[in-house]
């Protein structure tokens, strides 16, 4: 009995009676789960305050056959840089023989003084200078940079290109067939073509600014050495030339050493070449060049603009940075970033001596031109309304940003500044523009952008006119006409 009784008894006692267990260990303490780092891009940054800048004022002088020249020293980097100019350039081609300038120019390089083409061209390389050339409407210029202990030498070379080209006819026949190249690759550029035929139809045919200054292959195939001798001459003479000069120098160690090369540099005849303004254009139709098979469609619109530093430049030029100036403007917003028409569209001033235009230009997709179309004008006919602070004050902060980095190299410096000088500008004119950026006021802007109504612009589409015309009818723009560009 007993062990029955024990057993039952074991049976109904607490197991903790029976068994006693060790305790349980206390359970670990949480585990925070790790701060991630925060997020540079989660808000956006705040735009602090311009930092003052302040653009150099020229040291002045002249050589002694008055040629005006500006000294801008900078002594951190042993490097100088210089640009002549000349208010002489593709307004003197003749007619029928377009890109004489612009050839010219090209062969200027190619031989002068005592040195042909390879030893002049060795020479520049030897002594780690580059010479840079072109030529417009408004004029011709060349510029020279290098080591500051090559200016000597640097100066001999550009005097003999400027005063002593040699124009030799197998250097004029390469150099021929090199812009031809050149022209001919372009026009398989709807952006390119588009922007040549606008300035032509913008301008007339016949005008100084509405002709070709890279020139026509008809017009080239006619150029010899003797056109470019007699543009030579009537174009590089002292008349209206201007010089700047900037980097690791002084006008005490400059200005002498100009002079014995330039300072009996002589006059020419003042040539003087009729620039009349624009032509007036209104509600004219929408212009096309047809380009088959192209997947893209060059834009250009013209508005009548304003000649350089004409009273209202300031204001347009922030309504024109709002409408299409930076990557966030109106124009790219809109067709790039929402609607991603296009790799980008931009808008800008093109001011020149005589007059100017306000242009909008870009490349959209072939299949949406229409579309691209109907929002473009949209917006032109908007930012005649005006522009909000916001914008004002972003347009201003680019446009001085613009400034500052043209000047962030010598070759920058010497070029904006040779402008002003070759524009009659005190020296002082740089530092009084950027002043009045930040001085301009909203109700300016608006009054400014109202003049730009989209009735007196040309429209220029370069593209595949099988595709985007009857989609263009389509969208209501239907007088259009087919041009050839020039």
Not at 108 to 130: H, I, N, P, Q, T
Not at 132 to 153: F, H, I, K, N
Not at 212 to 222: C, V
Not at 291 to 302: D, K, L, N, R
């Amino acid at each position: 009995m007993i062990p029955v009784l024990l057993s039952v008894l074991l049976a109904v006692a607490p197991a903790s009676a029976r068994t006693k267990k060790p305790a349980a260990p206390p359970p670990p303490p949480p585990v925070e789960a790790p701060v991630p780092p925060p997020d540079p891009l989660a808000t956006m940054p705040t735009v602090g305050e311009a930092r003052p800048f302040v653009p150099p004022t020229p040291e002045v002088g002249a050589l002694s056959n008055q040629v005006p020249v500006w000294v801008l020293p900078s002594p951190k980097l042993p490097i100088f840089s210089l640009v002549l100019y000349v208010p002489r350039g593709s307004q003197l081609d003749a007619p029928g023989k377009e890109g004489t300038a612009a050839l010219a120019m090209e062969v200027m390089g190619r031989g002068a003084g005592e040195r042909d083409s390879a030893a002049f061209s060795a020479e520049v390389e030897r002594r780690g200078l580059s010479i840079s050339r072109d030529a417009g409407p408004d004029g011709a210029w060349v510029a020279l940079s290098g080591p500051t202990e090559q200016l000597q030498a640097g100066l001999d070379l550009l005097a003999d290109f400027v005063l002593r080209p040699q124009f030799a006819g197998i250097e004029v026949k390469k150099a021929r067939e090199l812009l031809l190249a050149g022209l001919q690759s372009n026009l398989d550029e709807p952006g390119y073509v588009a922007s040549r035929t606008g300035l032509s139809l913008y301008w007339g045919p016949a005008h100084p600014y509405g002709r070709p200054a890279d020139g026509t292959q008809a017009g080239l195939k006619k150029i010899g050495a003797v056109d470019l001798k007699k543009w030579h001459k009537a174009a590089w003479s002292a008349t209206g030339a201007t010089l700047a000069v900037a980097g690791a120098v002084t006008k005490e160690q400059v200005l002498p050493m100009l002079d014995a090369r330039f300072g009996a540099w002589k006059a020419g005849k003042d040539v003087k070449v009729d620039v009349p303004a624009a032509p007036v254009h209104d509600r004219e139709a929408i212009y096309i060049v047809d380009a088959p098979g192209s997947a893209q469609t060059g834009f250009y619109v013209a508005f009548p603009g304003l000649a350089q530093f004409a009273p209202p430049e300031v204001a347009t030029k922030m309504g024109t940075i709002a409408l299409g100036g930076t990557f966030t403007s109106r124009l790219n917003a809109l067709l790039r970033e929402e609607k991603g028409y296009t790799y980008g569209v931009r808008a800008a001033m093109e001011s020149r001596r005589h007059g100017g235009t306000l242009l909008v230009r870009t490349r959209i997709r072939a299949d949406v031109t229409a579309e691209a179309m109907v929002d473009l004008v949209a917006q032109l006919d908007k930012i005649t309304a005006g522009i909000d602070e916001a914008e004002l004050k972003k347009a201003q902060g680019a446009a001085r940003q613009d400034v500052v980095e043209v000047l962030e190299t010598q070759a920058g410096v010497a070029g904006a500044y040779v402008d002003y000088l070759a524009l009659g500008r005190p020296p002082g004119a740089l530092a009084a523009e950027l002043t009045s950026y930040g001085a301009v006021r909203i109700d300016e802007v608006t009054s400014a952008m109202a003049l730009y109504s989209r009735q007196h612009a040309v429209f220029v589409l370069v593209g595949d006119r099988a595709l985007i015309e009857p989609k263009l009818r389509e969208k209501g723009f239907v007088d259009l006409a087919v041009v050839t560009p020039p």
